[in-house]
Structures are given as structure tokens and as C-alpha cells.
């Protein structure tokens, strides 16, 4: 076994302020590793230490890679613990202490871990892998002599696998204060399981980004399998999510600042747990530009190039990626002067969810403690992980009633057509999907209010375009949502209410409908998205 790469890539990170441990080994040659980056905030000296059994960063002896920023200076030491002294010592000659070296060598007074002792100092520059690979061999050995080490194996961790269940994760927001309704939670869910990529639009502060957070940490097991990006307006390529080879330094790839392509090459390492990334303000920018690899990687599960094959991998970055099956991607959307709409393009990929805000809901939030606190939920459902990506790339789930589902997707279909948004055969299947998760999920969930929700989440958002074109065909849309077709105008134009037309077949379908015709008549043009 070689450490070099993984030693290249601790001192990388040491650069940066992230304190995330999850992607590096741990355990190496018999001895379980121990890493830090800081607590909290970035530390002035990061660390890696070789533990044998019974040996602990807290009480007692091991191998040593510190890192001090300031002096730029990398050494293996024979490390003591600090907090209690330990019961075993080092048999060394003439041992120099750390707090030696530095006053001897004018490098002024060590941050941290000047009482353990040095063994071997390099500058990270200068670095060569048969060094590195030979010195730690050998202080591993003199280590495992000293202690009487016996080989720490890795545990089998025990995989607990609950089945999923989206009402513990309602359960558990209602407690920290995050209010949704329930039939919301159950469209989200079942869009992100039925296509890894969800838009949430709307108003801005009703609580999108709070929830896309919120599923997550309750998910994951760990923040390293989260990565919340907020989309700067100045995004006109691709290099904020995934970087780009450095023209300047051969064989150098400058990774984003943003940590997206790290979550992307973990997520692929640990196909079996879900990865978030969460796009905020996903169009403040245009989509198409920094976002167009992505897209077409969705749907061809074909590589996105990184850099050439021929370059020499120093960095550890492979030449191509692919999206990993694992990895969920949820955009946030407000709608006002400062953003972009979206493309069909765009838009036929996703589910699209609005969020409304009603005075119900209003009235409940003012009558509640405000304090919302998503800490409370992390990891809560990380048990049913695994079964989340199982039911994720479950291709053999069946729709219910699939006949039905198919005649109102064809009377839509007949409409939108007029309206030149017609949809595709990828729309059609994926709704098709979506009702399969919807009834697997809750099959007290009746079929037409899964088509209910995919027809607003995947086909109404291509609909826009002016009142001489879309008049009649909102009407037209409008007729097929409930059964007295006879009332439908005078509801459009909010002369009666809901409770007034009888039987309604798509209730949510028939609101935003009514919204989209009162922009129609007062602007003379409507889409999807409202201000």
C-alpha cells in the first residue's frame, strides 16, 4: 500500500478551509487513521496520525504528519498526546522535540505539538513519492515494535437498513419548526426518487432552500455528502462546478472552489449513499451556460470531459466523469428582474414544484415559535439511506392503473400540441415513473392526484406565449380538469370559486391554470413562472 497520493491530497486541502475527513482513508498498513482539518474553523497546524490498538490522539503514542501553514513546513514526527501524558514512550537515542527544531532552525515558536518529537521535516515542493513511501514504512515499524501493534482491522460497520418512509422525515421537521404540507413533501420526494432533478420555484423566502437542505441532512450521515452552491450572476461556463485543467502548469487541474466536483467523485466512490447538490438561485445565471454538461449528461449517461486523457494526473482528477446515479440535484428559483427564465431545454429535464404560500399557512407560522433549527433533523433518517438509492434506481416498479394515467396524458397531449408545447416521449415516460414511486410510497395517494401533480410539475412549465395564442387553449386546458366544463370560464375569470364547479379532476392543475389566464388577460402574455 502507497500513501503518497493521500498525503498529496491532505496537505491540497490544508490550503483550503474545508474540514471535511469522510473522502480519506481510514486505516493503513494495520493502524487505523486519524485526520483533522479544525473544529469548527480552519486549523493552523492540520494532522494525520497512525494509531495502533489502544492508542489514542488524546492518550498515547504514534506516527505523526503535521502541517504547519505559517512555515509552510511539513513533518513526520513521533507524535505524544497532549491532553494526558502517555503510558507508553517512544525508545529513541536522542529524541529533538518539535519546539527544539523550530527555535534551532529560526522558525519561531510551533503553533501546536511542540513536546512531540521529530523524525523526519520536508518542504512540500519537494516532495518525492520513494521518500515519503520508504520514511513512513519505516517509523510505521519502529511504532508497531515500541507498542507490540497488532494489525487494526477495519470494522464491519453494521448496515442497518430500514425501509423508507417520507412521513418520519415530516415527522421530524415539524420539530424543528419547518412547516409543509404534507402533499408538498410527498411531490418532492417522489419527483427526486422518479428523476434525480428537481426545480423548486416561487416565492422567495416560502421555504425552498429550506427544504432542499433540510430532506438532505436528514438523509445523509454526513455533511460531506451535501453541497449547498449559491449561483454567483457572473457564471458563464462551467468552471464553477467543475473547474478546469491549469494551460499554465501541465498536469495541474484547479478544482472549484465550490467543492461540487470533490461531492461528484465521492458520490461515485459510494454508489450505495445519497449525494445532494443544491443549486441556490439556480437562474441567476444563465442555466444553459454553466449548467449544459450536466444536461446532457443526464439524459445520454455520457461522460463529461474534464481534461485530456493524455495529461499526466498529478492533481488524482480523471480525464472524463459520468453523473453518479447516487447524486440528487434540487435548484432554487425566484422569479424577478435580476434572473433568466429557463429553456424547454431546461425545464424538460426537471420536475418543476412551485411553492405558494396561502393564509392558512401563514396564519399557522405567525402562531408558531419562528426558530427554525435543521441541525435537530441531521442524520435522523440516514438508516433509510440505502433503501432511498435503492428505490431511486428501482426500474422494476409498476404503475397502477396505467390506462388511466395514459388517457389524461393523451388528452393534454392533444392540447399543449395547439399550444406548441407538446411533450416527448421523455416526459411521458417519466411521468409514468412518477405515478410507479408515487403509488409505491403512499398508495393511499389516488391516481388522479398523481397526475394531478406531474401534469403541473412537467407539463404545464413549457407552457408561455401570448393571449391570441394561449387563450383558448387555457381554456381548453382548464375544460379537462373537471367534470362541468359549462363553468369553467367564469371560474378563469374568478367569478366563481372552486367549491362552485362540482366535480374537479386536477385541482392543483386548475388553480395554476386560473393564475396563468388572469396574467394572460391583465399582461397579454403568461408562462409558468411568477413574479
Same mark, same amino acid.
Given at each position: 500500500?502507497?500513501?503518497?497520493?493521500?498525503? %498529496?491530497?491532505?496537505?491540497?486541502?490544508? #490550503?483550503? =478551509?474545508?474540514?471535511?475527513?469522510?473522502?480519506?482513508?481510514?486505516?493503513?498498513?494495520?493502524?487505523?487513521? *486519524?485526520?483533522?482539518?479544525?473544529?469548527?474553523?480552519?486549523?493552523? &497546524?492540520?494532522?494525520?496520525?497512525?494509531?495502533?490498538?489502544?492508542?489514542?490522539?488524546?492518550?498515547?503514542?504514534?506516527?505523526?504528519?503535521?502541517?504547519?501553514?505559517?512555515? /509552510?513546513?511539513?513533518?513526520?514526527?513521533?507524535?505524544?498526546?497532549?491532553?494526558?501524558?502517555?503510558?507508553?514512550? !517512544?525508545?529513541?537515542?536522542?529524541?529533538?522535540?518539535?519546539?527544539?527544531?523550530?527555535?534551532?532552525?529560526?522558525?519561531?515558536?510551533?503553533?501546536?505539538?511542540?513536546? %512531540?518529537?521529530?523524525?523526519?521535516?520536508?518542504?512540500?515542493?519537494?516532495?518525492?513519492?520513494?521518500?515519503?513511501?520508504?520514511?513512513?514504512?519505516?517509523?510505521?515499524?519502529?511504532?508497531? #515494535?515500541?507498542?507490540?501493534?497488532?494489525?487494526?482491522?477495519?470494522?464491519?460497520?453494521? /448496515?442497518?437498513?430500514?425501509?423508507? =418512509?417520507?412521513?418520519?422525515?415530516?415527522?421530524?421537521?415539524?420539530? @424543528?419548526?419547518?412547516?409543509?404540507?404534507?402533499?408538498?413533501?410527498?411531490?418532492?420526494?417522489?419527483?427526486?426518487?422518479?428523476?434525480?432533478?428537481?426545480?423548486?420555484?416561487?416565492?422567495?423566502?416560502?421555504?425552498?432552500?429550506?427544504?432542499?437542505?433540510?430532506?438532505?441532512?436528514?438523509?445523509?450521515?454526513?455533511?460531506?455528502?451535501? @453541497?449547498?452552491?449559491?449561483?454567483?450572476?457572473? !457564471?458563464?461556463?462551467?468552471?464553477?462546478?467543475?473547474?478546469?485543467?491549469?494551460?499554465?502548469?501541465?498536469?495541474?487541474?484547479?478544482?472549484?472552489?465550490?467543492?461540487?466536483?470533490?461531492?461528484?467523485?465521492?458520490?461515485?466512490?459510494?454508489?450505495?449513499?445519497?449525494?445532494?447538490?443544491?443549486?441556490?438561485? +439556480?437562474?441567476? %445565471?444563465?442555466?444553459?451556460?454553466?449548467?449544459? =454538461?450536466?444536461?446532457?449528461? $443526464?439524459?445520454?449517461?455520457?461522460?463529461?470531459?474534464?481534461?485530456?486523457?493524455?495529461?499526466?494526473?498529478?492533481?488524482?482528477?480523471? %480525464?472524463?466523469?459520468?453523473?453518479?446515479?447516487?447524486?440528487?440535484?434540487?435548484?432554487?428559483?425566484?422569479?424577478?428582474?435580476?434572473?433568466? $427564465?429557463?429553456?424547454?431545454?431546461?425545464?424538460?429535464?426537471?420536475? &418543476?414544484?412551485?411553492?405558494?404560500?396561502?393564509?392558512?399557512?401563514?396564519?399557522?407560522?405567525?402562531?408558531?415559535?419562528?426558530?427554525?433549527?435543521?441541525?435537530?433533523?441531521?442524520?435522523?433518517? @440516514?438508516?433509510?439511506?440505502?433503501?432511498? &438509492?435503492?428505490?431511486?434506481? /428501482?426500474?422494476?416498479?409498476?404503475? *397502477?392503473?396505467?390506462?388511466?394515467?395514459?388517457?389524461?396524458?393523451?388528452?393534454?397531449?392533444? #392540447?399543449?400540441?395547439?399550444?406548441?408545447?407538446?411533450?416527448?416521449?421523455?416526459?411521458?415516460?417519466?411521468?409514468?415513473?412518477?405515478?410507479?414511486?408515487?403509488?409505491?410510497?403512499?398508495?393511499? !395517494?389516488?391516481? /388522479?392526484?398523481?397526475?394531478?401533480?406531474?401534469?403541473?410539475?412537467?407539463?404545464?412549465?413549457?407552457?408561455?406565449?401570448?393571449?391570441?395564442?394561449?387563450?383558448?387553449?387555457?381554456?381548453?386546458?382548464?375544460?379537462? @380538469?373537471?367534470?362541468?366544463?359549462?363553468?369553467?370560464?367564469?371560474?378563469?375569470?374568478?367569478?366563481?370559486?372552486?367549491?362552485?364547479?362540482?366535480?374537479?379532476?386536477?385541482?392543483?392543475?386548475?388553480?395554476?391554470? *386560473?393564475? +396563468?389566464?388572469?396574467?394572460?388577460?391583465?399582461?397579454?402574455?403568461?408562462?409558468?413562472?411568477?413574479?
Amino acid at each position: 500500500m502507497e500513501y503518497f497520493d493521500e498525503l %498529496s491530497r491532505f496537505l491540497e486541502q490544508s #490550503q483550503t =478551509d474545508s474540514l471535511k475527513t469522510a473522502h480519506f482513508a481510514d486505516h493503513f498498513n494495520g493502524l487505523k487513521v *486519524k485526520l483533522s482539518f479544525g473544529k469548527g474553523n480552519p486549523a493552523r &497546524v492540520t494532522w494525520i496520525a497512525f494509531l495502533a490498538e489502544g492508542q489514542t490522539i488524546t492518550n498515547g503514542i504514534y506516527p505523526f504528519y503535521l502541517y504547519f501553514k505559517k512555515q /509552510n513546513l511539513l513533518m513526520l514526527s513521533y507524535g505524544l498526546s497532549e491532553t494526558i501524558p502517555p503510558n507508553t514512550n !517512544w525508545k529513541l537515542a536522542n529524541p529533538v522535540r518539535i519546539i527544539d527544531y523550530f527555535k534551532g532552525h529560526h522558525l519561531g515558536k510551533p503553533a501546536r505539538y511542540g513536546a %512531540s518529537l521529530v523524525y523526519k521535516v520536508y518542504d512540500p515542493a519537494k516532495m518525492e513519492s520513494a521518500e515519503i513511501e520508504e520514511d513512513l514504512a519505516e517509523i510505521i515499524g519502529i511504532y508497531k #515494535q515500541t507498542v507490540g501493534a497488532r494489525a487494526v482491522l477495519p470494522k464491519k460497520k453494521p /448496515n442497518p437498513k430500514i425501509e423508507f =418512509d417520507y412521513k418520519a422525515f415530516q415527522k421530524s421537521i415539524a420539530g @424543528c419548526n419547518l412547516h409543509i404540507n404534507p402533499n408538498f413533501t410527498l411531490r418532492f420526494i417522489t419527483s427526486l426518487l422518479a428523476k434525480p432533478f428537481v426545480i423548486l420555484t416561487g416565492l422567495s423566502g416560502s421555504g425552498k432552500t429550506k427544504l432542499a437542505q433540510a430532506f438532505s441532512k436528514w438523509i445523509c450521515e454526513s455533511e460531506d455528502q451535501i @453541497c449547498l452552491v449559491a449561483v454567483g450572476a457572473d !457564471w458563464t461556463n462551467r468552471e464553477p462546478l467543475l473547474g478546469y485543467p491549469n494551460a499554465l502548469d501541465e498536469g495541474k487541474y484547479v478544482k472549484p472552489d465550490s467543492g461540487v466536483l470533490d461531492l461528484i467523485l465521492l458520490a461515485d466512490k459510494n454508489p450505495a449513499k445519497p449525494y445532494f447538490l443544491i443549486l441556490d438561485e +439556480m437562474n441567476l %445565471s444563465h442555466v444553459e451556460r454553466y449548467f449544459a =454538461d450536466f444536461l446532457s449528461a $443526464m439524459e445520454s449517461d455520457g461522460d463529461i470531459r474534464l481534461h485530456p486523457e493524455y495529461t499526466q494526473k498529478h492533481d488524482n482528477i480523471p %480525464s472524463k466523469i459520468r453523473l453518479p446515479k447516487n447524486l440528487f440535484i434540487i435548484g432554487t428559483v425566484n422569479i424577478d428582474e435580476t434572473t433568466y $427564465m429557463f429553456s424547454p431545454k431546461v425545464l424538460d429535464r426537471a420536475n &418543476v414544484i412551485e411553492f405558494r404560500v396561502i393564509r392558512e399557512e401563514m396564519a399557522h407560522f405567525l402562531s408558531l415559535d419562528c426558530t427554525l433549527n435543521l441541525d435537530s433533523v441531521s442524520a435522523a433518517g @440516514c438508516l433509510m439511506a440505502t433503501s432511498f &438509492v435503492e428505490l431511486a434506481l /428501482n426500474k422494476q416498479i409498476e404503475t *397502477k392503473d396505467k390506462g388511466l394515467v395514459n388517457h389524461a396524458l393523451l388528452d393534454f397531449f392533444g #392540447q399543449l400540441q395547439t399550444a406548441g408545447a407538446e411533450f416527448g416521449y421523455r416526459s411521458a415516460a417519466e411521468i409514468l415513473r412518477f405515478a410507479a414511486i408515487g403509488n409505491h410510497m403512499e398508495p393511499a !395517494w389516488k391516481v /388522479n392526484e398523481i397526475v394531478d401533480a406531474a401534469i403541473v410539475q412537467k407539463l404545464l412549465p413549457k407552457v408561455h406565449g401570448s393571449r391570441r395564442r394561449l387563450e383558448p387553449v387555457l381554456k381548453t386546458l382548464a375544460a379537462l @380538469c373537471a367534470a362541468d366544463i359549462g363553468e369553467i370560464e367564469d371560474f378563469l375569470n374568478s367569478k366563481k370559486g372552486l367549491a362552485e364547479l362540482g366535480i374537479i379532476h386536477y385541482p392543483v392543475t386548475l388553480e395554476k391554470l *386560473k393564475r +396563468m389566464y388572469k396574467s394572460l388577460i391583465d399582461n397579454g402574455f403568461t408562462s409558468f413562472a411568477e413574479a
